[in-house]
């Protein structure tokens, strides 16, 4: 008679059973079709974005423990901050190493936590850690963003993550204020495409209280809000946005009212031409020009009012009578509110390297949005970055840059249905 065969333990039998999960799992996947539909299918977009989130929670841990952290602003940050915790609320009185307090209200209150939870700034591991979720959270309130657009392939992402080494600077190695602004922005961003428009708008004030540049997305946040809840509602809530910056300001204006609004809301500041990474390839007494400032911002408030006439004019009946059943399509509120930050930053009197943020995350929407085929808008990608990430900036990344922003407003002028596109409710 043969030998009997042992039985198999139930643990043997649950690891067999796991492998053949495993193997299955493996065998239905790893085929072309497959990995083609995750590369480019924007419906499998949510896929590529948890191994891209998780892949970069692993690659900030390895940067915050193999990349040395360079100390730029956080100390001065800590030193402005430093002045409030001790009592002192007027603005001129409020400085750091690298110069007086120019950030609004909310700015004071995110950097003041993180005193207290860094030991008053001196745990910087701390710290890295921190910004490196707040990168996290960023990447999930962008993926959220892509994925209801439905607008950019998966493989897209890829470039956005794990390619920018001025990106992962911007907040583990330097945990710039800018950093934290963004991450408020696409987080309000989430909240308007569900059409939860006062979560929305406090949200979106709270972030230009960390940092003024949030106001590029202003003309663009407009239209949406004209489109969507006509002139009335509009108005309601943008004496909202108001009423928080007054709020969050309300201890520095009653100090030094003067010197508050001044300080933080400084839309005459003068940069320093030797960190300009926009305007390299103009003499320095043309850089520093105030009829310069004033050509930028006429041809600022030109292209808004270009594409407010033409891409955006169908807020023009929808402010005062919004049909009851009809609300704006997810890419219908993107468009405008990206695009006005392009245009701003294309125009602006200069781009430090933190500035980067302002717009990174956008751009391969803006990009996608554009009639280029697939290659360009990826080369155009790539340019920019190197245009970011050459230090100190020479003639020809700054021209290359410009070159860019110039391409991608003028496809998105051309290519881009001029009509706000509309949908139906229920539908």
Known sequence: MAPTRPPRSRKTARNASYF?????????????????KILFDSSMLWLTAVFLICVE?????????RI??????????????????????DYSLLRGDTGPLVYPAGF??????????????????LAQYIFAAF??????????????SKQVPPYALIFMCCTSYRIHSIFVLRMFNDAVAMLIFYLAVNYILVRKWTLGCVFYSFAVSIKMNVLLFAPGLLVVLLASLGLFKTIWHLFLCAFIQIVLATPFLLANPLAYISRSFDFGRVFFYQWTVNWRFLPEEVFVNRYFHLFLLFFHIVFIFLFAASHWSSVIKLSWRRPANVVLSTNSILMPLFTANLIGIAFSRSLHYQFYVWYFHTLPYLLWSTSFPSLLKISVLGIIELAWNTFPSTVWSSAALHICHIAVICSLWWNVPRPLVLKTKGL
Do not use: P
């Open 68 to 89: 040395k952290y360079t100390e730029i602003d956080w100390i001065a940050y800590m030193q402005e901050v430093e002045g409030v915790v001790n009592g002192t609320f």
């Open 20 to 36: 053949h999960r495993f193997k299955s799992f493996i065998l239905h996947y790893a085929n072309l079709e497959t990995v083609r």
């Open 108 to 125: 004071v209150y995110v950097y003041t936590a993180l005193y207290y939870v860094t030991d008053r700034g001196r745990d910087i591991r």
């Open 57 to 65: 929670i692993v690659l900030n841990v390895f940067i915050i423990w």
């Open 135 to 148: 990168y996290v959270l960023t990447l999930i309130a962008v993926f959220r963003i892509y994925q209801k």
